[in-house]
């Protein structure tokens, strides 16, 4: 059974930067990423990455600004976000899954989520 535990959501203001960190047992996808829901909004695909070859995709609204990263040997998965904006506000969950290893919206194993909140 996949299990997942995220950390680094916070409180920030526009313009600065977070880094989320998952940390991912029991996992046995060749595919992990990170998605965001806010309320009222539709669930987004973030980014996703390979476990293997760490080949990494990325939505077009963080595309420069996020950036996704694995340790393999730790089974740790990371999202750099740098730039942010308001509209980033939502939570942040971490997934696994088989290919593609794509920005994706649905995921079959997924966390608990972490909050980040971006304000103007």
């Known amino acids: 059974q996949v299990q997942f535990m995220e950390s680094g959501g916070d409180s920030v203001q526009a313009g600065g930067s977070l880094n989320l960190s998952c940390v991912v047992s029991?996992?046995?996808?060749?595919?992990m990423g990170w998605f965001r829901q806010a309320p009222g909004k539709e669930r987004e695909g973030v980014a996703g990455?390979?476990?293997?070859?760490?080949?990494?995709s990325y939505a077009d609204s963080v595309k420069g600004r996020f950036s996704i990263a694995r340790d393999k040997v730790q089974k740790l998965l990371y999202l750099q976000m740098n730039h942010l904006k308001p509209e980033d506000t939502a939570m942040y969950y971490c997934?696994?899954?088989?290919?593609?290893?794509?920005?994706?919206?649905?995921?079959?194993?997924r966390g608990q989520g972490t909050q980040v909140t971006v304000s103007s």
């Open positions: 997934a696994a899954d088989w290919g593609p290893c794509t920005a994706r919206t649905e995921w079959t194993h």
């Open positions: 029991g996992y046995n996808r060749n595919c």
């Open positions: 990455i390979g476990h293997l070859d760490g080949s990494a």
